[in-house]
């Protein structure tokens, strides 16, 4: 079951925060987060663990709310460098992806 | 270490032909995953492995499409014969799973781009 995030797209100034959401039908082990720049593979930002564990990129910061079945990831201060996609993921063994959030930061 | 390694990266047929994509996953990694990326249906699993045997495919589009592993080190997938409908970029991915779970990060190679004319 692919999971749903929101907003589609965002478009920020430098030094201004974001949220994007990811949300599950299903019940969820675990939530993965990627970014992907333009004509790139996606790299790994952060996984976050039913149970509370986190581990991830020390700038990056996202919360898991295992009742709900949702996660969301906070981008503070936006530097241009965050520009890109950012897909969320989820599954037991093995990762399902939403469709992605798009994420434009203007200097 | 190198990395998830694909080859080619890009890939251009003629529709009909046979390709074959590779990839090597990063060693002892013990879970690889073939995705296809389109701007219409994002990011799809298409099939994955643990410990060199197939475990879901259940995301491979048709029986035009195959995946093998013969070794840990090792990787292919392949479409035939192939139609325009296939062209996409696609990903292979490695991680080294504990209990059967997705408790680590996966890595990704940098893609084969596949065009079918």
């Known amino acids: 079951q692919q999971p749903v995030q929101s907003p589609q797209a965002v478009i920020l100034r430098e030094g201004e925060d974001a949220v994007i959401n990811c949300s599950s039908s299903k019940a969820l082990y675990s939530v993965h987060w990627y970014r992907q720049k333009h004509g790139e593979a996606p790299v790994f930002l952060m996984i976050l663990l039913k149970g509370g564990e986190q581990k991830g990129h020390e700038k990056i910061s996202a919360s898991f709310n295992e009742k709900k079945q949702q996660s969301s990831l906070y981008l503070t201060a936006s530097q241009l460098s965050y520009s890109g996609t950012y897909f969320c993921?989820?599954?037991?063994?093995?990762?399902?992806f939403g469709k992605g959030t798009r994420l434009h930061i203007l200097p | 270490d190198a990395g998830v390694i694909q080859s080619p990266r890009h890939e251009v047929t003629e529709m009909g032909q046979e390709v074959t994509l590779r990839c090597k996953p990063i060693?002892?990694?013990?879970?690889l995953f073939w995705y296809r990326q389109t701007m219409m249906r994002g990011l799809e699993l298409l099939i994955y492995f643990n410990n060199n045997v197939p475990i879901d495919d259940s995301g491979m589009p048709e029986d035009r499409f195959s995946a093998k592993m013969p070794n840990a080190s090792f990787s292919t997938l392949k479409i035939q014969p192939s139609e325009p409908r296939d062209s996409a970029v696609y990903f292979c991915?490695?991680?080294?799973?504990?209990?059967?779970?997705?408790?680590?990060?996966?890595?990704f190679g940098q893609g084969t781009r596949l065009t079918v004319v």
């Open positions: 060693s002892g990694h013990n879970s």
């Open positions: 993921g989820t599954g037991d063994d093995k990762i399902i």
């Open positions: 991915a490695s991680s080294r799973q504990g209990s059967g779970r997705m408790n680590t990060e996966a890595f």
